[in-house]
């Protein structure tokens, strides 16, 4: 893909930020605006900053807010010039105005006259200055904020941002790698992983000739669905801005419709909290990575009554008049408690009840029967799985951490179907060892009650 370099840039000698990469490249491509959210020193400043160095020539404004932050620290300081001619105009060369890339630093602590201006400047990409609305060049701006805000004014500033994407610190598996990396080199980027502006001009034009298919209406349908059952509110202009985002990754993929794994980006876009993301993307793991457990429980059931029944007919004694349970007492006397002989196992063996051979084959039929099935299955599940895993690891905006829970879900699955064809073919094995009556017994002709287990 041609932003792989991109990629790689951004997520340089950094952990587990392979989501907030893709995330944030992609939103910078469909010219949306990214809100990352998490504790501080999780790098959500370093990757605004990475973004900016990816688009040549570009300007990066950055700033923390609080709630003595001003407008002119943002927007840029009164011309004192205009006011002389009664005219209320900012001069916003080296402001927000003028940045194509922009990192603002605990976003929701501004206060509302800022807010109000960034509303219509993140929208609209217009900015009024006096009696002037003059676009701006705003590519995409990056917010970060430790947590979402519960204020009900904040609601329409938090809605601007179509991403929003949860970043955590590196986990305890991560720790020790985290301590042993070496400080970041300044920023060179590689040779091909710039974002051009007519590069993304062009990105932008194909993606308006991307279809949505059935398949793809059909899972956005399916996630309407949820929010709503989930008591989410997602307007129709976010919805709008999720088709876009879609057919830009579509079209970023060299593709002319949208694949049902392009969609790997819905959490971002439709949770409305960090603790709603986990939710979101187990849908679209057991939705499109078909990743939830196999629902077998008839095939274990009947694996069970197998087990127990062989269980029992081998712990069988003798028949009554047999007498090879006293030699079998007899033999384990003579070999006292430290050790068995030859003598106990050969007793033990003559211990045991014997079947004829229609009881024995009636048995394996019996499992055969169910092995089969189950066979059957494990022949569907190992069929979907290279599918799936094929299609996960063929598409180039997945990240490798999602991936890797796709290929464990699918091991999963095979390891549960595999193990109870295992656990068959041991039970028909054991039924196939039952120690056999000579064939000239009368009971060696006695059909064995079927096993029966619940479907």
């Not at 900015?127 to 204020?151: I, K, M, T, Y």
């Amino acid at each position: 893909m041609r932003w792989t370099a991109a990629i790689d840039e951004l997520e340089r000698g950094l952990l587990q930020r392979d989501v907030a990469v893709r995330a944030l490249l992609l939103a910078a491509l469909a010219g949306e605006h990214v809100l990352l959210i998490g504790p501080p020193g999780t790098a959500k400043s370093e990757l605004a900053r990475r973004l900016q160095h990816l688009l040549p020539g570009s300007r990066y404004f950055e700033r923390l807010l609080t709630r003595f932050s001003v407008p002119e620290e943002l927007f840029g300081p009164l011309s004192l010039k205009a006011l002389e001619e009664d005219r209320y105009e900012r001069l916003t060369e080296g402001y927000l105005p003028q940045a194509e890339v922009a990192f603002l630093d605990e976003v929701f602590k501004a206060n509302s006259s800022i807010l109000n201006t960034l509303l219509g400047l993140l929208h609209e990409r217009m900015f009024d200055n006096g009696h002037q609305r003059v676009p701006v060049p705003l590519v995409c701006l990056v917010g970060a904020s430790n947590e979402v805000p519960q204020d009900e004014s904040l609601q329409a500033f938090h809605d601007r941002f179509l991403l929003r994407v949860p970043v955590q610190p590196v986990d305890d598996a991560h720790f020790a790698m985290l301590l042993q990396m070496r400080p970041s080199q300044a920023a060179t980027t590689a040779s091909g992983a710039t974002l051009g502006v007519e590069e993304r001009a062009d990105l932008l034009a194909r993606a308006t000739e991307i279809r949505l298919d059935a398949e793809s209406l059909a899972l956005l349908g399916a996630a309407r669905e949820r929010a709503a059952g989930l008591g989410q509110t997602v307007s129709d202009r976010r919805w709008r801005q999720v088709a876009h985002l879609l057919q830009v990754e579509a079209a970023s993929r060299g593709d002319t419709a949208v694949d049902l794994w392009d969609a790997w980006i819905l959490p971002f876009v439709l949770a409305a909290h960090p603790r709603d993301v986990p939710g979101w993307t187990d849908w679209f793991l057991s939705t499109v990575a078909q990743a939830d457990p196999l629902s077998i429980d008839g095939l274990e059931r009947a694996t069970q009554a197998f087990e127990q029944q062989l269980d029992i007919e081998q712990r069988a004694p003798a028949d009554a008049q047999d007498d090879s349970a006293g030699k079998l007492a007899l033999a384990r006397a003579i070999a006292g408690p430290v050790q068995d002989s030859e003598l106990v196992r050969i007793a033990s063996d003559r211990a045991r009840r014997r079947y004829g051979a229609l009881h024995i084959d009636s048995r394996v039929r019996q499992v055969d029967e169910v092995l089969a099935q189950a066979r059957t299955l494990a022949t569907d599940v190992h069929a979907v799985a290279e599918q799936v895993l094929d299609d996960a690891r063929g598409h180039p905006w997945l990240p490798p951490s999602w991936r890797q829970r796709v290929e464990a879900a699918q091991a999963h699955r095979c390891a549960q179907i595999d193990g109870v064809c295992g656990r068959l073919q041991q039970v028909r094995q054991g039924f196939a060892d039952l120690p056999r009556l000579a064939d000239s017994t009368p009971s060696a002709a006695q059909v064995p009650a079927p096993v029966t287990w619940s479907a």
